[in-house]
């Protein structure tokens, strides 16, 4: 642990979030009128529902090179498209499995709901994930991987 | 199949846009910097920076751009697309390039506004803007629908907000469909007897109102009724009216009361009297009751809820309305927009334990007390403890239930006025000696301080502090009796004990039971504390995100009856405004399957909730419904031959983005 | 069944309540486990005075207990039931001071690994009292004093104000529980001594309450509230109500003879909670 | 000063940050059964600690008469622990030598600490008897209670202690500094 501590002292892991437009966005749009910052390494990608999240971005972003993905939706029952988190919730579970057998680790994925109103739980989350991918050191895998 | 499936033509010409939002931008984020190194980016052709894009000289550079430089796509880097992105679309069309070939980087509240280093604010502007580009190279022209809207509005609630929202809308000449769940309209302002600020009798605002709402041609008003299902979309909803059974033929009956003065069944709690007093089986809640019909209330009546053999209402009823086989009925209307005026329910205060609520029957709530002080009322407006004697001391406690992070965290916003309404009309009444404890007077609204000073004059005695107990413990002996009211003073820093003979409960609002239902059946998002969501706290407080639902009065949150009418004539105006052009244009982000690559195996049919695709037997294909569509994306992201995708939304489109960003 | 006691400083030399709660245990075959060798928690005291040393005291028991193969400590004393609670509380809520707290105990020999739950007696001998009472005492209403720290701060037993597990029992041992609005205030207990002036008012509003409401004897859950309210009263209070233990009145009820559940110990004598008239 | 800022050196009281909450209301203090005897109301001490005047609020009287009734704290409308609050007054003002002097209450918490250090456990004769040495009019007032209290058999007068004090010594000393 330590080792990797000293031989990368200054790694900025590199993160997208995938978030719905109608909680999550809200959410982050909330924190910025807020003023509540959080690291600058989430780029997010602002999508109608996680409902439409495809299994394929999430690999297309864990092989283009992330660190960690980070998906946000409305709380179960919030759904604007009724119940697209909870098709996500379930989607995203398969992925895990899937993002493992390519070698990542699944805690690198992560689905949080965050309400519309919900602004400082979208900085604390959003810190504490990016806290969690620092912790786990750069994603090694890609660079391992034959492409 | 449809134009909207043009294949790209031209080469991508971009233009950027990065805004400096005066100071919010700029001085954080290095706009130069970040306009130079997106020029460096395929097909990019200009990048500017500008102080506010948002303005029309902003907008007068992308136009001029697009026709002098040939520009088809644009990017703007400013704020969040929530809240500009029409504005810049509009001015694409206004250059005469399709709307769609736009994005926006939000450098505003995904950076400049929550980073705290610059030069990582901006590194991480130069990504965002950079993904804008690249994703917009793969955007495609897209075309949006007229549809016909149904010209007709249908409310939800029939308090104040609901009534005066049907009214306007009827006075324009629109069918209005009023669902109230009660046996009468009239809401929580029926129960009052005087109004703050003015002091205007509340009924002599209200009744003319409720005859009004019931004789409107244009209004078809269902009492007793709740809503059971919508379908549908913006201008043309469908919702079906459950109609429950009032055991009372409206057609037949008189409203001559006779059924009412005869009910064996005397001794239920009414709950328009908040408890205070007690009605028959059959009853209208009270006797301006609009309509006037009663129904019966099954649960306690003999005949329907006890098995008994009673019929005494239905011997007496001389136009043979009372009919003990009705069903609930439900009726389908059509309808272009919905108002939710859904209103609230005052807090209870029996889980404070420290105030005795429940424990000691000098305790009341606000909306007893509304009651008892109501000419109307179970004391026909006379002032007065259980036990018949006239208080010398009453105690009015503010914030009960509000600004409590173990209840309701925020402030209510009428009960210091309506405090002082009290103040004032127990001290002309009975001439008794009023405290009112308080933590701040909130009375910010025309004519409220004055009508603070106004009651400050009259020698009410306020006490900065909140109650801390109230208790029957006496400590002198010949207060035994009287209830004692324990504050600090904060002002004098002293702790009182105040024996007074009545308290009063200034409870706060909480959200309408059924609200959380009705929000699902609406698709209309609630917030933290269950009030329904507006589209935008300044810009939008009565739209809804779902489009065509507005919102009017207390459901939207707490505010008075002033507030309440502004807002419902403002729900009103937008519903109106919404269908009075016949046509609404429906979205263009809605899903497309592409019949080459669809193998037919109905996994989207499976996914979508609004079941907005149906399946060709001939063809054996998927097939969307573009009317039904609301472009959620499940569909595409169930699709594993990438046959169906939303608009706007292609893969290309989202992995391009992505792929920026890392 | 088998508990894990924790006495507390005032629970031998309190007026009667060692020896109805060891009656009362042995007749409902219930058996007290003194803690090894149980030092003072530290009441109210060491928590204002250093943390970790009000933790260490507290936790000395939780390690001892375990030892004693027990997760659960009872104790009959309103004032130990807190600082325990609080204890627990804090070690499980902030690993910095469990560690701290654990390294304390490492150096005077003792293995802190888990925290226990802590239980007031009355909830044990609540549940275990028979609900068909031997004897009756229907004509005697009795004032429940729960104190302050019973339901308050966690308030899980019972609500903060206005409880009524108390008045329950009563009513379940034959007794007549007398409604009345003094249950939870506080008398200054861990101040009389000191400040008995100022704390005298206190006492005689929730004594003059009693009394006020028709009660003709006080029943209480802790050797605090008890010395109390029972010495306050003859300092010119004006009140004469006996204040008993929860466990007398259990111990009456179960046939137990006064003398044996120590009720001569009252500074108010209490003859007329059991004399038929 | 900033009530959680870095350069704040009274932010290690526990629980401070909670005090940014306060609204003034004065529950606190209301439910206080002795607050009429403390030079600050609780929520005075609150308002204070904004101000930054943490030295008053460290000399106070006022978390010296804090009962432990937690009245307060259940009721606070903005969930201030203000028991809690209480306690950790007490901690920093004993840390950095600003307990109130001559103050009958804080002899007692003393005379307390002690009884434990060197026994392990308290006795309360025995507890009344050292804080007697230093209040002797409140040792002869209360003297006629002691006689009825032997009288009742309710007298202790053997200090009890556990079977090694020594044990509780060394606990006492080894937390003399926070558990360093
Ligand atoms: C004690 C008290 C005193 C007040 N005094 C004053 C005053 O003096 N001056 C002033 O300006 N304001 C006063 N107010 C505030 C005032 O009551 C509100 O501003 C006003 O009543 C809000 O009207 P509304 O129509 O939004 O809600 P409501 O009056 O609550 O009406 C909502 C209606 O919708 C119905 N409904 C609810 N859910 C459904 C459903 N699912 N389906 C169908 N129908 C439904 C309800 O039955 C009700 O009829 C006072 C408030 C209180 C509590
Ligand atoms: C310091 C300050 C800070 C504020 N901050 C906030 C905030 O953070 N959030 C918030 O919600 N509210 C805030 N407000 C309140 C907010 O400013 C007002 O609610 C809002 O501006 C009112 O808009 P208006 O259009 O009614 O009035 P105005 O903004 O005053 O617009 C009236 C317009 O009419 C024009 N005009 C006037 N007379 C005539 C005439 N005879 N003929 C033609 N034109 C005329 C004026 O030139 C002006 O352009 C703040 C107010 C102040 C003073
Ligand atoms: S139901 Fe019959 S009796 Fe009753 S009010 Fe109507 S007409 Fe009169
Ligand atoms: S049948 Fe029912 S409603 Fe009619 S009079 Fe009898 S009890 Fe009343
Ligand atoms: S309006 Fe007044 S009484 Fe009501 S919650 Fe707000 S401050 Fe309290
Ligand atoms: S005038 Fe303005 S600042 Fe003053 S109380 Fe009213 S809202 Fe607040
Ligand atoms: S999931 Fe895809 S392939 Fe299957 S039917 Fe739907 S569009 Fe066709
Ligand atoms: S985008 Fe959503 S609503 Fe539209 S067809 Fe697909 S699943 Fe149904
Ligand atoms: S009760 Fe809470 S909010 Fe009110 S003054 Fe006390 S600490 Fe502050
Ligand atoms: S806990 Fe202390 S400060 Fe709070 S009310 Fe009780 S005695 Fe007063």
Known sequence: MSETETQIPSYKPRIVALVCNWCTYTAADLAGTSRLSYPAEIRMVRLMCTGMIDQKYILKAFLDGADGVFIGGCHPGDCHYLDGNLKAERRIGGTRNLIEQFGFYPERLKLQWIGASEGPEFQHHMTEFVERIVAMGPSQVRDRMIL | MTSQNQPKTSIPKIGVYVCHCGMNIAPKVNVEEVAEHVKALPHVVVARDYKFMCSNPGQDMIVNDIKELGLNRVVVASCSPRMHEKTFRNALRKAGLNPYYFQMANVREQASWVTKDSVEATEKAKALVSAAVTRVAFHQPLLTREVKVEKSILVVGGGIAGMQAALTSAQAGYQVYLVEREPSIGGHMAKFDKTFPTLDCAACIMTPKMVDVYQHPNIHLFTYSEIEKVEGFIGNFEVTVKMKPRYVDMTKCTGCGLCMEKCPTKKITSEFNEGLSKRTAIYTPFPQAVPNVPVIDAE?????????????????????????????????????????????KAFDPGSIGYYGYGRYPEVYTSLEFERLNNATGPTAGKLVMKDGRTPQRVAIVHCVGSRDQRHKKYCSRVCCMYSMKFAHLIHEKTGAEVWEFYIDIRSPGKNYEEFYNRVQEEGVKFVRGRVAEITDMTDDPKDRGRLTVVAENSLTRRTLRIPVDMVILSVGMEPSPGAEDLGRLMGVSRDADGWFNELHAKLAPVATPMTGVFLAGCCQGPKDI????????????????????????????????????????????????????????????????????????SCSAACLSSAASVRHFSDKQVMGELEMLL | MKICFYPGCSFASSAGYKESTEAVCAKLGIELCEITDWNCCGATVSFGENTIRALSLSSRHFAIAQSMGFSEIVTGCNACYATLRKAVDVLQNDADLFDRTKHVLEQIGITLAAVPTIRHLFEIISCAMPSAAIESYKD?????????????????????????????????????????????????????????????VLTQRILRE???????????????????????????VGTNLPVTYFTQLAGLSLGISPKELGMNKFLVTAEKVWTRP | MNITGKNNPYSDIGKLSHINRCIQCGTCSGSCPLSDKMDHA?????????????????????????????????RCP?????????????????????????????????????????????????????????????????????????????LELKPQKIENPDTITRLYELTEKGGE
């Open chain 2, 562 to 633: 002033p507030d309440t009418v502004a807002q419902s004539m403002g729900a009103a105006g937008e519903a109106i405004a919404l269908l009075s052009k016949g046509s609404v244009t429906t979205q263009a982000e809605i899903s497309n399957i592409d019949e080459d690559l669809c193998t037919g195996c109905k996994s989207c049919i499976a996914v979508c909730s609004y079941s907005a695709i149906g399946f060709d037997e001939v063809r054996r294909i998927a097939v969307v419904n573009e009317a039904l569509c609301m472009g959620c994306g």
């Open chain 2, 300 to 344: 306690n009546c003999l005949t329907l809820g006890k098995g008994k053999k009673c019929g005494v209402c239905a011997k007496f009823c001389e136009s043979t309305a009372i009919d003990f086989d009705q069903q609930p009925e439900f009726k389908t209307v059509k309808t272009g927009a919905v108002i939710v005026a859904t209103g609230f």
């Open chain 3, 140 to 200: 005697v209403p009795i004032a429940a004093y729960y104190g302050c720290q019973l339901t308050r701060p966690h308030q899980d037993l019972d609500r903060g104000d206005h409880p009524t597990v108390l008045e329950t029992f009563l009513e379940k041992i034959g007794f007549t529980a007398t409604s009345h609005s003094a249950k939870t205030s506080c008398c200054g207990a861990s101040h009389a001594v000191i400040h008995t002036n100022e704390c005298r």
């Open chain 4, 78 to 154: 903005k969930e201030i622990p203000v028991t809690d609050l209480m306690y950790a007054f007490k901690e920093k003002a004993r840390e950095q030598g600003t307990v109130p002097k001559n103050l009958n209450m804080t002899d007692m918490y003393d005379a307390f600490s002690k009884t434990v250090k060197q026994f392990g456990r308290v006795t309360e004769s025995f507890l009344m008897g050292r804080y007697g040495m230093r209040h002797p009019i409140s040792a002869v007032k209360n003297a006629p209670l002691a006689v009825k209290m032997a009288l009742r058999h309710r």
């Open chain 3, 210 to 236: 009693m009394e006020g409401k028709g009660a003709k004897a006080v029943t209480t859950i802790c050797p605090l509230c008890q010395f109390n309210l029972d010495q306050n009263q003859s300092k010119g």
């Open chain 4, 42 to 74: 609780p929520r005075e001490l609150f308002a204070l600690i904004r101000e930054g005047s943490y030295e008053e609020v460290l000399a106070s009287i006022t978390p010296w008469f804090c009962v432990s009734c937690y009245a307060c704290m259940v």
